[in-house]
């Protein structure tokens, strides 16, 4: 229909998103008043928690700096319409295998070390998200339901790792020996916990976006995600670009892992990075799959966790709290591009 | 491995099926429909809370299970909602629904229960049918399950016999394979994928209150552990057949119920070898399946005339 | 005359600013067959969509048997007697017939099948059509479809039965057999609507005819008091006798005449026809393209086309002449790497259908183009800006950017470059493309893929569905790549465009091929039969 393609949301479109973002705004603070608390005070302290503390601010972008890598990984992978839902668990074998590396990598000359540490972690998480990239490309097989199993995989696997041939020499409690102190991420700002993860991170967002918006591989995404068959029309060999873009995405995960680990725990240990896969897809969402905007992203969603965990402390009102509000803002965001007369993501 | 043994294994197999096969065959209507939710991991987790918050409110596991039920419903809806009426991507939505319901099982387990933990869940009864469940090994295999489970092997066959067979089923298939068709013969598309929706929630919703309270008694965070995906699997797998749904969760449970069995069995291997068996069959499964699987045409895409 | 069937009085339909249908007046009796004439883009689709309730007007009434009726929904139109036949078929493939034919029509319990079948059997005998009950409807051809879609519009007690561009995909003969059936149906008092650009279709079998023009109706009357050239010239410009509409108008109705009426008058000399070839064209090049013995099969494994053997040159347009559906499409897709032919092989340089290395990329390298069929499924990125989508397709090429980077200031000036050579009609190169018209996606696509002269050109469809300006524009780059050197296959259905650009043709039916014969050896008549299988 020329001249009439524009997607102006229908009436009833129109409606049920304005109804859901209202449901939404009416939800959270009736869950706060569930648990007893007044809402407004519980805002409050969370976001004093998350931003206007210093010790919080600080947790807050300790916590922005994994969630950013993820984030990247995601929009790259969500820009193709891949669906890598498999963040945690490419982000524990990233750092598994770069922990097991460990023992040769110390070896290394100091800045190499890390460097090397760095690109171990990201080459886990690479061969991690590349099964199912290649389960993907070569069997069809869905890459929502594949990323997810390897997920729980993953997380056995660590488990297993961190009781057998990873354990601790002491052999006490099931976790990893801390990293050789040449291995650590240097410290930006010491009294904050603040390490050089954050300028990885940064790094990370700048080659993201290079590779989006300028690449040919990035071209080949976005072509893959908006119309696959024009793509391979156009050129683009699907099956290589989706294995690739899981392998991308996994890497990013990958590198989040070992980053954790060389930059804020020195180890792996039980329930490590728990939850982090999922959160990193709300970050970027929220960014619009844009890597220019997962940083500020990730910083609003670090806050959240930060400011639950703190409200948590406070007040009667339980932690999953945040997972309850990462939803709604998905969902508010999704409701959002209806109302705007959008279908897709970015 | 001696008789009694196996008996024990696919008794329990069975049990272990059952949530799985709920959300299996709720998911294949609503895929049928052209609905794809992948947030059923969400819903069971909220319908396992809810069970178990309602089944000690009330007494009884039905009380349970119709809350459950109702949960589930609500976040198909929810989820047709965002997907058909507002036409969003399904999958996003989906993923959204897995937060909703990771949070609000969690909130109101800690907020109703804290730190204490449940305590005595009811949970259903066996229906021991005498005669039957005395038969030497097809009588705990195949009786003396909870009546739950007999639902769903009823289903899956109701379900069968409804896609094929009726005008429903005619009314559902068309709406996923060429949703203008149907507008095109006076079927509300809409309407239909809501329903379907709403079907596909329930009864993750109900699988996941089998787990709370008929296979295990009590709730546990995030204790759908994957059955979520698991069940998505065996749609694909089984290839939209319902059928073929319960065998491949059945598989799935005697998997669960054999890995639980061989930890104990060759305690020299690590145990996660084991735990991660079902998972690495759901992939294998995958993979095998998923090349030559016809899917409803317009599986996940939002309908709009024009 | 009789209380009309159906009345439209005063029916407006806007369309965001576009006003697609301006205060529509129109009535059919019982027993009429009318015709529904116009551009693509006059508002005959959106007509159609109001009557089949599939549309709500913005304002005016729709009369069914003298009272006001509420078309909310495809149901309730049909409970009113308006039986539809659409354009495009919505059928789902995997029902037989029967179901097909019960869809929306029963109840949610229990289906009979016999029952079923044996209703389809009686709808089928009443009109006079044949058709398997038990077929699976996606193993029909497209004429076998169009059967199964005129028995669910029949299926229950019709006053009106619409038909909307019904020839389109047909052969002459099942045009025929359809018409013999409207007939059939007047007879009994059933009132027609003919929607259809195609002159002949009115001319053959309707009553009265009226024509839309930019969604007003600009003429309604006997179809004995009208003639082809007017009735062109009101489709182009809205009035009769309009002179720069004529040279069109005659390029346009000629084929249609001639092919099915031999014996209507035809529209005087044809001045403006534009010749077949240039005066002074190149003689023809070096083989670009080859295929020897190639066999092909449909995405649902029946054979598409059996042993097809031509040699594409340089400086010359091969025409594939045929009805859609008969292997046009799975021959394009195997030519341009999409995919591989079963049997035989294809050539283009060095390259052949036999190495791994068949692929879209791999063969624009050696200089293909391709302008697809359906440009919204598989040529565009609706979502992304003119810039990008002229780099689809191009983004490999070496002078695209440097290393593995994309240098976006050249992929801008080349897409300001094309934006004026190819008049596209846009607010500028980061415009995105889904908020372009048909036509001037056609005309990026057609940019991009001429842009870096390519030695062979394989364009399907490249006219379908636009305006006669467009057409001509689409018609003359053709001309002028071809005479340039390009290797040109043209997939086309209309025998107007071939007569008018074709070197040489081969038809395609059944998955049998004739040809290649030059226009010049040939007559429409012959080419039509064998279009039509003979």
Same mark, same amino acid.
């Given at each position: ?346 | ?53 309602? $089944? ?9 299970? /119709? #809350? +459950? *039920?109702? !949960? %589930?419903?609500?976040? &198909? ?106 507008? $095109? ?9 809501? /329903? #379907? +929706? *709403?079907? !596909? %929630?329930?009864?993750? &919703? ?101 | ?534």
């Amino acid at each position: 229909m020329d001249g009439r393609t524009l997607n102006l949301p229908r009436d009833t479109e129109a409606r049920a998103a304005l109804g859901l973002i209202a449901a939404g705004a009416l939800l959270l603070p009736g869950l706060i008043a569930v648990a007893g608390e007044n809402p407004l005070r519980v805002l409050g302290l969370m976001v004093a928690g998350a931003f206007l503390d210093l010790r919080g601010l600080a947790d807050t972008v300790v916590r922005a700096i994994p969630l950013c890598l993820m984030g990247l990984g995601v929009a790259v992978a969500f820009r193709a319409r891949v669906f890598n839902i498999g963040g945690d668990g490419q982000f524990l074998i990233g750092a598994a295998l770069a922990v097991a590396a460990s023992g040769w990598l110390v070896l290394l000359p100091a800045p190499l070390g890390v460097v090397a540490l760095l690109a171990a972690g990201t080459l886990g998480g690479a061969l991690w998200g590349g099964i199912a990239g290649v389960l993907r490309a070569r069997f069809n097989a869905n890459e929502i339901i594949a990323t997810i199993l390897l997920n729980y995989i993953a997380l056995h696997v660590l488990s297993w790792l961190i009781r057998g041939p990873l354990q601790e020499a002491a052999g006490v409690f099931p976790r990893t020996d801390r990293l050789p102190p040449d291995l650590r991420l240097p410290m930006l700002v010491d009294a904050a916990r603040i390490s050089a993860g954050l300028a990885v991170a940064l790094v990370a967002v700048g080659v993201l976006w290079l590779v989006m918006a300028r690449s040919r591989f990035g071209f080949q995404v976005t072509a893959l995600g908006e119309n696959p068959e024009a793509a391979r029309y156009g050129g683009v060999r699907p099956g290589l670009i989706t294995a690739a873009v899981l392998a991308l995405s996994g890497a990013l995960a990958g590198l989040a892992g070992i980053v954790e680990v060389a930059g804020v725990h020195g180890r792996i240990q039980d329930g490590f990075g728990a939850g982090l896969g999922i959160s990193g897809i709300a970050v970027a969402l929220l960014a619009r799959l844009n890597p220019l905007w997962v940083p500020a992203s990730a910083f609003g969603f670090a806050g959240l966790h930060v400011g639950s965990a703190t409200v948590a402390r406070a007040t009667a009102v339980p932690f999953p709290v945040v997972n309850v509000i990462e939803g709604a803002i998905i969902l508010a965001y999704l409701a959002a591009l209806a109302l705007r007369g959008r279908q897709r993501a970015g | 491995m001696d008789g009694v043994l196996l008996v024990g294994l696919l008794a329990s197999g069975v049990r272990f099926a059952m949530p799985i096969l709920f959300a299996a065959l709720g998911e294949t209507v609503a895929q049928r429909a052209g609905v794809l939710n992948v947030g059923l991991e969400g819903i069971m987790l909220a319908g396992a809370f809810l069970a178990v918050l309602c $089944a000690v409110a009330t007494g009884s596991p039905w009380g349970g299970l /119709a #809350a +459950a *039920a109702a !949960g %589930g419903l609500a976040m &198909g809806l929810l989820h047709g909602l965002m997907a058909v009426r507002m036409k969003v991507d399904q999958i996003i939505a989906g993923i959204a629904l897995i937060l909703l319901g990771l949070g609000l099982s969690g909130f109101g387990y800690r907020l109703a229960f804290g730190a204490g933990g449940v305590g005595q869940v009811p949970g259903f009864a066996r229906l021991d049918i005498p005669g039957l469940s005395d038969i030497p090994v097809l009588g705990p295999i195949l009786f003396g399950h909870h009546l739950l489970a007999y639902a769903g092997v009823t289903a899956a066959f109701g379900l069968a016999w409804v896609l094929p067979r009726s005008g429903l089923g005619l009314t559902l298939r068309a709406v996923g394979e060429n949703p203008k068709a149907a507008d $095109a013969a006076g079927i509300d598309v809409d309407r239909v994928r809501m /329903a #379907a +929706a *709403a079907f !596909g %929630g329930a009864m993750a &919703g109900i699988g996941g209150a089998y787990l709370s309270t008929a296979q295990l008694a009590g709730f546990v965070e995030n204790m759908v552990a994957g059955r979520g995906f698991i069940a998505i699997a065996c749609v694909v797998f089984a290839r939209w057949n319902p059928v073929g749904a319960l065998v491949a969760a059945l598989l799935f449970g005697i998997a669960d119920a054999a890995q639980i069995r061989l930890q104990s069995l060759y305690p020299g291997i690590p145990y996660q070898a084991f735990i991660i068996l079902p998972f690495v069959l759901a992939l294998a499964a995958l993979a095998a399946a998923a090349r030559s699987a016809h899917l409803p045409a317009a599986l996940g895409r939002p309908y709009r005339r024009d | 005359m009789a209380q009309p069937v159906l009345a439209m009085d005063g029916l407006t339909k806007r369309y965001g600013e576009v006003t697609a249908v301006r205060s529509l007046d129109l009535a059919v009796a019982p027993g009429e067959v009318l015709a529904l004439i116009g551009e693509n883009g006059a508002g005959k689709s959106t007509v159609v969509n109001m009557i089949a309730g599939m549309t709500a007007p913005d304002a005016g009434v729709i009369l069914v048997g003298g009272a006001r009726a509420a078309l909310s929904s495809a149901r309730a139109a049909r409970a009113l007697g308006i039986g539809v036949v659409h354009q495009h078929y919505a059928l789902v493939p995997s029902f037989t017939v029967a179901e097909t034919v019960a869809l929306g029509r029963v109840g949610a319990g229990r289906l009979d099948p016999a029952a079923l079948a044996a209703r389809v059997r009686d709808i089928s005998d009443r009109a006079g059509i044949v058709v398997d009950p038990a077929a699976q409807v996606g193993s029909l051809d497209v004429a076998g479809q169009q059967r199964v879609e005129i028995l669910k519009a029949l299926s229950q007690d019709v006053r009106l039965l619409l038909l909307d561009e019904p020839t389109t995909v047909l052969t002459p003969e099942d045009a025929a057999r359809l018409f013999a059936m409207v007939a059939r149906l007047k007879a009994s008092g059933v009132a027609v609507i003919l929607v259809t650009h195609r002159l002949d279709n009115v001319f053959g079998v309707c009553d009265r005819v009226a024509v839309l023009h930019a969604g007003v109706k600009v003429a309604d009357l006997p179809v004995a008091r009208t003639s082809p050239r007017d009735l062109v010239s009101l489709m182009i410009s809205g009035r009769t006798g309009d002179s720069g509409a004529d040279g069109l108008a005659q390029r346009l109705s000629s084929e249609d005449l001639t092919l099915h009426q031999p014996a209507a008058d035809p529209p005087g000399p044809a001045p403006a026809r534009v010749p077949a070839r240039a005066a002074a064209a190149p003689p023809p090049g070096p083989v670009r393209m080859g295929l020897e013995g190639v066999a092909l099969h449909r995405a649902n494994g029946s054979v598409a086309v059996a042993g097809l053997g031509f040699a594409l040159h340089g400086g010359e347009i091969l025409a594939v002449a045929g009805v859609d559906g008969n292997g046009q499409s799975e021959l394009v897709d195997a030519m341009a790497g999409l995919s591989r032919p079963d049997r035989g092989i294809i050539r283009m340089g060095a390259l052949d259908s036999g190495q791994e290395g068949w692929n879209p990329r791999a063969l624009r390298r050696a200089g293909l183009a391709h302008i697809p069929a359906d440009r919204r499924r598989n040529g565009i990125l609706p979502g992304r800006s003119l810039t990008e989508n002229l780099l689809l397709s191009r983004f490999f090429r070496p002078a695209a950017g440097r290393g593995w980077l994309i240098d976006r200031t050249r992929a801008e000036g080349e897409a300001r470059a094309a934006i004026g050579a190819f008049d596209i009609r846009t607010t500028g190169p980061a415009q995105p493309v889904g908020r372009l018209s048909g036509g001037n996606q056609q005309k990026l696509v057609l940019a991009r893929e001429l842009m870096d002269d390519p030695a062979v050109i394989l364009a399907a469809h490249p006219s379908r569905g636009l305006d006669v300006r467009t057409i001509a524009f689409v018609q003359d780059q053709l001309r002028r790549h071809r005479d340039r050197g390009a290797a040109i296959l043209l997939v086309s259905a209309d025998l107007g465009e071939i007569w008018g650009l074709a070197d040489r043709v081969v038809t395609l039916s059944s998955g049998r091929a004739r040809g290649p014969v030059a226009p010049g050896d040939t007559s429409r008549e012959e080419i039509g039969g064998w279009m039509a299988g003979h």
